[in-house]
Structures are given as structure tokens and as C-alpha cells.
């Protein structure tokens, strides 16, 4: 017997993951899956992306998920597959880029270069390929929403993160100049925005495994990656002109 699939909140809008087997990524799939909405995941692993959709499966009956190998470090391959997203979908309503990594020194004279490159690479440059390659089908849609996740390190630098903290406000610059876009393209003379990109900070994630493997740990200050799922699948909750390039932080300033 065909499960249903869930009716939720999000029941007709279609949502891009990039960054989906990660523990981001994995939270938001099932949150998104279980609001109804169609995900396509994007991955470069094919083990674990199956993994993170077999999950959502298993956890959500009837879930509308389904996954695409794909290298984000290719221009090309990241228009192909927001082509194919609204080709077979009629639509793209949602982009959350959830590309992470970190990497960092004691001091800043240690600092080594090629941690700038592979932050670079795997933060800023996939976040740019993505959103040059979603924009104009978030445009299209009737409420088009995008979202990445930055840090605290963006805001306040700590001496051995020089290359995180600049990958990070590189990367909030490229979404505020997104946000402009959304602005300023409006379909439609004298129409009101429909899309809207937002800015999520945080000083770091928590998952209920990390709990398990450190009973005695706090992580103050960190959040909870289904609290960061909840505000992902919250934003189209709010109207666009009041969402659109603003910073949600879900850690205390």
C-alpha cells in the first residue's frame, strides 16, 4: 500500500537542498518532507545522500524527496540541475544552501592559505554557482525564498579564524547582493516582491548524537540543527519586502 503524502504547511512548493547529507542538511530534508513540500537534494556522495533520503523515507511515509548527484564546484552542472528542478516540477520555490565547513589555527601567523581555498571552494564558490544558477526560477515563483547559514565568526573574528570568518562575510555579501536582486527584478511593473533571501547565524550546530556522545557538554550558545529546520521551513511564513535580506540569528548576538 502507496503511503500518503503528508499535507502540510508546504504541500505545493518545491525545495532545493544543496548540502543535504550533512547534519544541516539531513535536518532540513525531514522537516521540509514532513510540511509536504517536494525536496531534490543535492549531494557529491552517493552513499550518504541515499542514506539521508532512505531516511526521510523511513521517518517520513508518503514523503515527496528525491536526490541528484551534484558537483556544485561546476557552474554548469549547477544551472543544469535548477533546469531540470523546474523542468520537472513546473517550479522552484525554495534554494537553502547548506554547503558547510570549517577550517582554522591557534594563532593568526598560523594561519595557513590553502584553508582560504578550500573554504572558498566549498563555502563561497558553490554559494555563488547556486544562487546565479536558482535566481531567475526563485524570481518566477509566487514566493521564492532562499536562505544560507552563517556564523558569529562573520560578525566577531577570533584571531586563528581569519579564513572562516572571511568566507563567512563573503558569502552574507553575495546573499545581500542576492536580496538587492529580488528588489530591484520584480516582475511586473509596480508589482510587490515576491522572493526573498535571508541570512541565518549561528555559532554552531548541535544534533542530538553529539548529545549522546557528550552528556556532560552545554554547547551554549549552539543550535539545535531541527530549531535551524523549523526557521528554514518558517520563512515562508513571512511576506517577502519584510524577510528579504535580513539576518535571523538563532544564537544570542
Known amino acids: 500500500m502507496t503511503a500518503t503524502a503528508p499535507d502540510g504547511p508546504l504541500r505545493g512548493r518545491t525545495v532545493a537542498v544543496a548540502g543535504a547529507t550533512g547534519p544541516a542538511g539531513r535536518a532540513a530534508l525531514h522537516r521540509l518532507a514532513a510540511d509536504g513540500a517536494t525536496v531534490v537534494a543535492a ?18 511515509p508518503g514523503a515527496r524527496v528525491s536526490g541528484q548527484m551534484v558537483d556544485l564546484l561546476d557552474p554548469q552542472a549547477a544551472r543544469d540541475w535548477a533546469d531540470h528542478i523546474e523542468a520537472e516540477h513546473g517550479g522552484v520555490d525554495g534554494l537553502f544552501h547548506l554547503v558547510g565547513g570549517w577550517r582554522g589555527s591557534k594563532r593568526f601567523s598560523d594561519t595557513d592559505l590553502d584553508d582560504w581555498d578550500f573554504l572558498h571552494d566549498r563555502v563561497v564558490r558553490t554559494l555563488q554557482h547556486t544562487t546565479l544558477a536558482f535566481q531567475p526560477a526563485l524570481l518566477r515563483s509566487p514566493a521564492g525564498r532562499f536562505a544560507m547559514v552563517s556564523a558569529t565568526a562573520a560578525h566577531r573574528p577570533t584571531a586563528g579564524g581569519a579564513a572562516y570568518a572571511a568566507a563567512k562575510a563573503a558569502s552574507e555579501a553575495w546573499t545581500l ?47 539545535d540543527t531541527a530549531d535551524l529546520a523549523g526557521t528554514l521551513a518558517g520563512l515562508w511564513d513571512r511576506p517577502a519586502d519584510e524577510l528579504n535580506g535580513q539576518h535571523l540569528w538563532l544564537t544570542p548576538r
Open 43 to 60: 549531494g557529491t556522495d552517493a552513499p550518504r545522500l541515499d542514506a539521508a533520503l532512505d531516511a526521510v523515507r523511513s521517518a517520513v
Open 177 to 223: 547582493s542576492l536580496a538587492a536582486s529580488f528588489t530591484k527584478e520584480v516582475p511586473g511593473e509596480g508589482a510587490a516582491p515576491t522572493a526573498a533571501a535571508a541570512i541565518l547565524v549561528i555559532k554552531a550546530l548541535v544534533t542530538d548524537e553529539m548529545r549522546r556522545q557528550r552528556p556532560e557538554a552545554t554547547f551554549a550558545g549552539f543550535t
